[in-house]
Nanobody
Framework: QVKLVESGGGLVQPGGSRRLSCAAS????????MKWYRQAPGKERELVAG????????NYVDSVKGRFTISRDNAKNSVFLQMNSLKPEDTAVYYC????????WGQGTQVTVSS
């Protein structure tokens, strides 16, 4: 069974940093493109970042370029999102997702950027 467990969220001040983690199981992680999405209150879920199978290729939504970094550890079946220079508009629930089974979602992890 596909399982995605996000962690690392919390309350952070504007300009601060946070590192999110996603532990994956139930599928061949090393063969899956992985993505991070976020959903802010009253808004649709949006794609934030994606990473290739090897980790050598990444892409980001324009609003986080230069501030967020996606990475992965295939030995640990995990994907990460390092978030720097956080802004209040980054406040959202963050989810990871596997391209192999896109219908499966974890519970997400809440990130709140506020002073």
């Amino acid at each position: 069974q596909v399982k995605l467990v996000e962690s690392g969220g919390g309350l952070v001040q504007p300009g601060g940093s946070r590192r999110l983690s996603c532990a994956a199981s139930g599928f061949t992680f090393s063969r899956s493109v992985m993505k991070w999405y976020r959903q802010a209150p009253g808004k649709e879920r949006e794609l934030v970042a994606g990473i290739s199978i090897s980790g050598s290729g990444t892409n980001y939504v324009d609003s986080v370029k230069g501030r967020f970094t996606i990475s992965r550890d295939n030995a640990k079946n995990s994907v990460f999102l390092q978030m720097n220079s956080l802004k209040p508009e980054d406040t959202a629930v963050y989810y990871c997702n596997t391209q192999l089974f896109p219908r499966y979602w974890g519970q997400g992890t809440q990130v709140t950027v506020s002073s």
